[in-house]
């Protein structure tokens, strides 16, 4: 009977592998307040939590309205760069010729600075939504490319060779072994992607727009409004985990084996 109650009343494991990372963030923000209470310092130069809280609160409002661009800008952007990613990397692996042409060129693009490149989108295109999507294209398209070029190059060789003796195809090769086992490679990178997403649609909005999360930081910042620049961070935050809590339940759905293998090991 005993045994069952401690059963009943053992804590959810999400909550136990979660908790030292809890207890460093409560004791964190208790240090902060009782910093900023001690020494006075001035809300514009470093608020406490609680008036951060409370900015938060007061213009929920005005940042969900400029969150709601940022989502637009986020998804259509990561979402074009997933589709670009997987065609390309599969175009690279079926064509060996297009991987030897387009390889090169592939590397070249992410060593030019973004800072460079987004003002002549914003020439090119305008203010509009277009260039920040690019511009979130751009980033989070590297990350996916390669890390599922890798994948489908790792293939296990024995069952590529037993296939290939078998008769296969190439596309057979590819639909049977090479794309199954780059699965787990794949959503690394769609995880790399999802967490710079949000951040690159942020960093476009700086550089010329009218709405959104990246408008509002800098408005407060400019204004010396140091809790609401807190209170945008906290949803740049929030936002930023949200893609990458989706990348993890498509997973955990999709890969379950993998999921699995990752609990135990």
């Known amino acids: 009977m005993l045994k069952n109650n401690s059963r009943r009343f053992r804590p959810p494991a999400v909550l136990l592998r979660y908790a030292p990372a809890l207890f460093f963030l409560v004791v964190l923000l208790a240090v902060w307040q009782l910093t900023v209470n001690y020494f006075s310092i001035p809300r514009w130069l470093l608020p406490s939590p609680s008036q951060i809280g409370k900015a938060l609160w007061n213009t929920k409002d005005v940042i969900w309205g400029h969150t709601k661009a940022t ?9 074009l760069a997933v589709a670009l990613g997987m065609t390309v990397s599969t175009l690279m692996t ?22 460079a490149v987004a003002p002549l989108l914003l020439l ?23 890390s599922l070029l890798e994948g489908l190059e790792l293939s296990d060789l024995d069952l590529l060779h037993l296939l290939q003796s078998m008769g296969a195809s190439k596309w057979q090769v590819f639909s ?28 476009s909005e700086w550089l010329g727009a009218s709405q959104g999360l990246g408008v509002y930081l800098l ?23 949200f893609y990458y809590a989706i990348i993890i339940i498509l997973t955990r759905l999709l890969l379950p084996w993998y999921s699995r293998y990752r609990r135990t090991s």
């Open 176 to 203: 049977l072994i090479r794309w199954p086992h780059a699965m787990p490679a794949l959503f690394s990178g769609l995880k790399i992607a999802a967490a710079y997403s949000v951040m690159t649609a942020v960093i």
């Open 124 to 146: 090119w295109l305008g203010y509009g939504v277009l260039p920040k999507i690019l511009i979130v294209v751009l980033v989070c398209f590297f990350p996916i490319a390669i």
């Open 71 to 79: 989502i637009i800008e986020t998804t259509l952007g990561l979402g």
């Open 219 to 241: 408005r407060s910042s400019n204004n010396f409004l140091t809790d609401r620049v807190f209170a945008a961070i906290i949803a740049i935050t929030a936002l930023s985990f």
């Open 94 to 115: 079926l064509f060996p010729l297009s991987r030897r042409v387009f390889y090169p060129f592939l590397i070249i693009s992410q060593t030019i600075p973004l800072i």
